[in-house]
């Protein structure tokens, strides 16, 4: 047959032949890998319909196990057992024994990170940037030893270089500053920006989440996390990142609504090991750092110096979907009240129908979402949901003073989440994220004033504001919704 055929038929006939082998292995690693018979029929018919298409983008976009983080984790305390067994027994008599509502609330958040709640903390709301930044800036100021940094983004604006000249500054004069960032998310910053960094003595490496063959193509993955410890007794997470738009500074956002916590206190010790994980994964290092035993904080704050909190860190790297079980823990242990702010809601099935479920047993579930895109694909996919939870009962907002960014939840009177994770299926599949958990009665309510006046400035929205739509945008709404299982 090949001697009848040209040169360019042979060779186009071989690459089509060679393409269908890559095609049929393509579609097995689907079947048995993929974490739902939803997903592998979905990417199967992609690829036997578009193999030249949905292959490639199967191996970039399709993967959920990011591969090799827990084995480096595991590789570090090895390397390092007498740090880590220090901590451990430095944190052994903070560890809160959960009982009554606070084991009802965290008990399960315990058992799927193998991570404890602590007592005798202080967590400290801050609202939107300019609080938020204002805080980071004054504890990193007073840095005595060293200064851990971890962000998805950083822009070089007049605050990303405010950020950066005060960590060059705080590095001249002796104190040890590291520095981690996400590649992709910080896909602009500068090699100016970076060099200025390390030239000052600053340890900035990029988190590196296509390290190793296994992930070598799988951009899909983020490191969504936002940290920031000073001397391992002030930490900071949330929802900011580094840039001018985070002071509602954009012409395109304007205002922007956001949420950071700032913890004093053992937990801070917590969130210090989720910041060596990431840093030991970027670098096959562990800095060298002053080891402090965690003290309760003063009380002198907000939060009385009595909150509960696990930091809890999650991400695309075990056989549960631990963002997934947190958002899930919530919802299903809300018994009055259910109120989430995230920029993002696109969720599967099983995240939607909880929240309907906990609507219709009487639990007052409120979504507040952006009424401004700042990413067109998961805005429009969310018009897809109003109507099944507008007839649960799940009331929908959305926030029209300016871009909403807050990852906020409080349920009922006592349990709180401030962190980086959104209600969307990446943040609960393929991304690292990290939440403060507060059992608080005093910091619940503090969330819940803040978010009674972010809901002032709100519109509730149903089935309506898709079913009035145009035709055409009612079809790009059910498009966008295909894309849901990876924005």
């Known amino acids: 047959m090949f001697e009848q055929m040209s040169e360019k038929a042979v060779v186009g006939t071989l690459i089509f032949l060679g393409w269908e082998i890559l095609a ?29 298409l949905a292959v490639p983008l199967y191996w970039i976009l399709g993967r959920y196990q990011f591969r090799g983080y827990l084995e480096r984790l595991r590789e570090a305390r090895d390397n390092h057992e007498e740090a880590y067994r220090e901590h451990i027994t430095a944190m052994t008599p903070h560890y809160a024994l959960l009982e009554g509502d606070e084991a009802r609330y965290g008990g399960v958040l315990e058992k799927l990170t193998e991570r404890r709640f602590t007592r005798g903390n202080e967590v400290c709301l801050l609202i939107d940037g300019g609080m938020t930044f ?11 030893s060293y200064v851990l940094v971890q962000f998805f983004i950083v822009h070089d604006d007049d605050l990303g270089n405010r ?34 960094l390390r030239e000052a003595g600053v340890e900035v490496y990029p988190f590196h989440s296509t390290q190793g063959p296994s992930n070598r193509f799988q951009i899909n993955f983020r490191n969504h996390r936002k940290i920031v410890i000073v001397d391992g007794r002030v930490g900071f997470v949330g929802g900011h990142n580094v840039g001018d738009e985070y002071l509602g500074k954009s012409k395109r956002f304007g205002y922007w609504r956001d949420t950071h916590v700032r913890l004093e206190g053992p937990c801070v010790q917590s969130l210090q090991m989720v910041f060596l994980g990431d ?21 002198d704050g907000c939060g009385g110096g009595h909150a509960v909190v696990l930091t809890l860190p999650t991400g695309p790297v075990g056989p549960i979907e631990g963002g997934t079980i947190f958002f899930l823990n919530a919802i299903t242990r809300a018994r009055t009240r259910l109120w989430i702010a995230t920029p993002y809601f696109v969720t599967d099935e099983s995240v939607r129908s909880a929240l309907q479920m906990a609507a219709l047993r009487g639990v007052d579930v409120r979504i ?15 018009f897809s949901f109003l109507g099944e939870m507008e007839a649960a009962g799940v009331r ?25 994770a959104n209600l969307d299926n990446r943040s609960m599949r393929l991304n690292f994220e990290v939440t403060a958990v507060v059992l608080c009665e005093d910091f619940a309510k503090q969330v819940e004033s803040m978010l009674e006046v972010d809901f002032a400035h709100c519109r509730e929205v149903g089935a309506a504001d898709y079913t009035s739509r145009p035709w055409w945008f009612r079809l790009g709404v059910r498009v966008a919704r295909l894309f849901s299982p990876i924005l």
């Open 24 to 52: 049929i292995g393509t579609i097995v690693n689907i079947v048995m890998k993929a974490r739902s018979a939803t997903s592998a029929w979905g990417w199967s018919m992609a690829v036997l319909a578009l193999p030249f």
């Open 134 to 144: 204002d805080a980071i800036f004054e504890a990193i100021e007073a840095a005595k």
């Open 163 to 196: 950020f950066r000249d005060l960590l060059e500054r705080k590095s001249r004069e002796g104190v040890g500053v590291y520095f981690v960032y996400d590649e992709i998310g910080s896909h602009k910053i500068s090699k100016r920006y970076l060099r200025s």
């Open 279 to 299: 840093y030991y994964w970027a670098t096959r290092q562990v800095p060298e750092l002053e080891r402090r035993l965690p003290k309760p904080a003063s009380g």
């Open 368 to 382: 507040m979402i952006p009424g401004k895109p700042d990413k067109w694909v998961p805005w429009l996919a969310t």
């Open 396 to 420: 929908i907002f959305r926030y029209e003073k300016g871009f909403l960014h807050q990852k906020v939840l409080v349920v009922d009177d006592y349990f709180s989440g401030v962190g980086t």
